[in-house]
């Protein structure tokens, strides 16, 4: 078994992109972008830095992620929790939406990408609302891969706020039927994106993290040491070509 189980470990780091099925792809792959902070603390660099470079991360693998043909990519860019670290490390992170899309955005607009954002907007400042928003709407005709956002995001507060809009909905009278799954993931920040296929997670860790609790019900979940900043097309072979040897039953046989 171990055997077997290493050969296996073997052939998966040395994936190449043609042993990959094209038509496999996995249509949404969600990612929870984690390690930046240890791999600053390994060059002896503030956290900040691990962010800055975790970010142009993100511009490599949407690129990698688009010419794949994913449909749908959603990071985990700062979450409702997040909220409880440094103030100058939570003003960092929220400026480098800005950063990124003042950097990047001509280049996502040229390869066709879609910019969505899901989260609370109340809490997030001005000038990281506006960039984003104008990203939105600058590439909302976009046909590419959908770049989504997951800022100031947090599952059971996304769940909690459909609740509500649901009741208000009922006791407005616009809403008179049952509610299936159907509709309840219409009132989610997620409506109109297919759930994710794949969630990979980077840096060891091995939990959810208050992220897509609802979306995530049937996706197949990939773990990998390495950190964020280090994360390479190469590494998003690797755990497509593991999505792929999956059997996903979606509680079938
Ligand atoms: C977790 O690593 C990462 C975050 C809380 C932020 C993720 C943000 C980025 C990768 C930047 C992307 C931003 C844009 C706008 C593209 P950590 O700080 O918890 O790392 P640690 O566990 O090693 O301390």
């Given amino acids: 078994m171990f055997n077997k189980f290493k050969r296996w470990k073997d052939k998966s780091d040395s994936i190449t992109e043609d042993e990959i099925v094209k038509g496999q792809i996995p249509n949404h792959i969600a990612i929870i972008m984690d390690g930046n902070g240890r791999w600053a603390k390994k060059r002896s660099l503030p956290r900040t830095a691990g962010h800055h470079e975790g970010m142009k991360v993100v511009k490599r693998i949407t690129k990698v992620a ?12 700062f979450s409702t929790e997040n909220w409880k670290r440094p103030e100058d490390e939570v003003s960092y992170l929220l400026k480098l939406p800005q950063e990124f899309l003042g950097t990047f955005l001509p280049e996502l607009i040229e390869e066709n990408v879609q910019v969505r954002i899901m989260g609370n907007k109340d809490a997030i400042p001005a000038h990281t ?3 984003v928003e104008k990203a939105v709407n600058d590439t909302k005709d976009n046909t590419g891969l959908i770049l989504n956002f997951a800022l100031n995001y947090g599952g059971r507060a996304e769940i909690i706020q459909a609740v509500n809009s649901i009741v208000g909905d009922y006791k407005a009278g616009s809403l008179k039927d049952e509610i299936d799954e159907n ?3 219409s009132y989610l920040m997620s409506n109109g994106l297919s759930d994710p ?19 995530l019900a049937y996706t197949e979940f990939w773990f990998t040491d390495v950190l964020w900043p280090d994360f390479r097309e190469q590494h998003l072979i690797e755990a497509i070509y593991a999505f792929q040897k999956r059997g996903r039953r979606f509680g079938g046989i």
Avoid: C
């Fill in 197 to 215: 296929d794949l969630l990979i997670r980077t840096s060891g860790e091995i939990r959810l993290s208050n992220f897509m609790l609802w979306q």
């Fill in 183 to 185: 509709k309840f993931s």
């Fill in 129 to 131: 609302l506006n960039a």
């Fill in 66 to 77: 688009n010419r794949l043909g994913v449909k749908t990519l959603t990071v985990y860019a």
